[in-house]
């Protein structure tokens, strides 16, 4: 048994570092100058520099990467809200309740975001339009909300659904109320749940490029749309592109690091019933 | 339902209304520009017969399906489980790390991830031709499905991997003992202890991941669907129609019939997965 560790740890560690050679090289070269990063095959050993970061910062040519960033957060962590406030109830609701097989499949298609995005593009665009709402941030967190708020009651239900019913009954049997029943009993076991699908729907939404390409303009654009912009102005300054895709990955890393296990016992248990 | 009515309304005006909504433009001659985006007519089934004619819509369902079967069915699915058979021997710290690393493919914003193949697979600067010693080829002008197929699998396989790693814990370790006592081969294992035991997620994951690369947008980051059509998948090509061409109740008839072909991929997964139970 001992034996047999060994290939299989090198293994891998070999395909763990093939998965991660494009972001290895992202950060490096983000922190090079632009003519060291300019060299092929990537100068490993070169001297560290911020000079991407300032240049993405608009250094030289005064333009500020800000407000596409801060529409990101505002859409992610507003349309994140959003799910939470909607969905906490509605996943509560159908976790207590035993729900027909029938309605159960319904639900898992509706969840798991299956429906070509593209499809919804024209019809979305056009309730945009009649609605002034173009090129306007709050159309996005609405959007993303509705997008996202599926997945997040499968989530939570599938996490809910952990609660043994004997505690519930237990603790109604002790003549606690709703409150005291949500507080103690129910609470305990959500809140990492709950935490984890929102960090899912952050990633989710601060990732979206699709709809935001298509709606939003110079006002709402977020930061994977001024990227794209990005590429096609500055694609040719390696260590500024590379510098203005790592703070855009920046904030989904975390999230997505903060919620690991939870992802995937969420999305794992709740694949597959 | 009280507790369930607004979430139900959300979904209603922006799922299920823009899925009608779609439905009925496909039934017309809506257009970006001209006469036809004043007064859209009704035209029938005209697009959907059309469709069927298009040699550049037989071309992009056939891309869509090699894509699908390439990078999803194969390249995620089979890596996927290989990583997860093999880190379930590995000590809990490389477990851990290795499955973070997959994992941040997973999860990077699709530009990113996009630019970071396109820089890499660059024909003149690019990392991989100067590690290949293959300078001067432009893999996504020379090999365009290839390269979105071996995009989609890094892309995509820490979906599987996770998923098959939680299935791996169900199987009853005593009956993988008693596969190594009668000295079983690794494959043997595999295919009479382990496949028994995690058939369904195999059939879940499989849709889940199938469903995700047809729809999946990214490969127009990478390859704009060019060149000349050579990787334009269903999505790419929906898109270009719709905002290049201006065919906008084309776009949506085939819209239209993608979501359908996602629903016949899903029922045919419902009746295999009832047929074991």
Sequence with gaps: ?273 | MGFVAPALLLIAVFLIFPALWTIYIGLTNYELTGPNAVAPQLVGIDNFVNALNDALFQNSLWLTALFVLGSAVIGQNILGFVLAWTLRKAKPGLRRTVESLVLLAWILPSTVVAYLWFAVLDRDGGTLNSLLGSEGTAWLVEYPMLSLIVFNTWRGTAFSMLLYSSALAAVPPSQLETARVVGASGWQTVRDIVFPHIRGHVLTNTLLISLWTANDFSPFLLTAGGPNHASETLPVFIYRQALEGGQLGYASAISLLLLLANLVVAAVYLWLLRRKS
Excluded at chain 1, 5 to 20: C, D, N, Q, T
Excluded at chain 1, 207 to 233: D, I, K, Y
Excluded at chain 1, 234 to 243: I, P
Aim: glycine share 6%; charged share 10%; hydrophobic share 55%.
């Design chain 1, 1 to 273: 048994m001992r034996r047999a560790w060994k290939p299989w740890g090198a293994l891998a560690w070999l395909s763990g570092i093939l998965f991660v050679l494009p972001v290895l090289w992202m950060v490096l070269t983000s922190f090079h100058t632009e003519s060291d990063a300019a060299t092929n095959p990537p100068s490993l050993f070169a001297g560290l520099s911020l000079q991407g970061y300032e240049e993405f910062f608009g250094a030289s040519t005064g333009q500020s990467p800000w407000p596409p960033l801060i529409n990101s957060v505002s859409a992610s962590v507003g349309s994140t809200v959003l799910v939470l406030l909607l969905a906490i109830p509605a996943a509560y609701a159908l976790s207590i309740r035993p729900v027909k097989k029938t309605s159960d499949v319904l639900f898992f298609f509706l969840t798991t975001k299956m429906l070509p995005v593209v499809a919804g593009l024209l019809p979305i665009y056009l309730i945009a339009q009649y609605s002034g709402l173009l090129d306007n941030i709050s159309f996005l967190v609405v959007l993303y909300t509705s997008m996202n708020l599926p997945i997040a009651v499968w989530l939570m239900r599938s996490f809910l659904a952990e609660i043994p019913k004997e505690m519930l009954e237990a603790a109604a049997l002790d003549g606690a109320g709703l409150v005291t029943t949500l507080r103690r009993v129910v609470a305990p076991v959500a809140v990492p749940g709950i935490a984890a699908t929102a960090l899912i729907c952050f990633i989710f939404s601060w990732n979206e490029l699709l709809f935001a390409r298509v709606l939003t303009g110079v006002v709402a654009g977020t930061a994977p749309v001024f990227l794209t912009g990005f590429v096609t102005s500055q694609g040719l300054f390696l260590a500024k592109m590379c510098a203005a895709a790592t703070i855009v990955s920046l904030p989904v890393l975390v999230a997505g690091f903060a919620a690991q296990d939870k992802l995937v016992q969420g999305l794992s248990l709740g694949a597959v019933k």
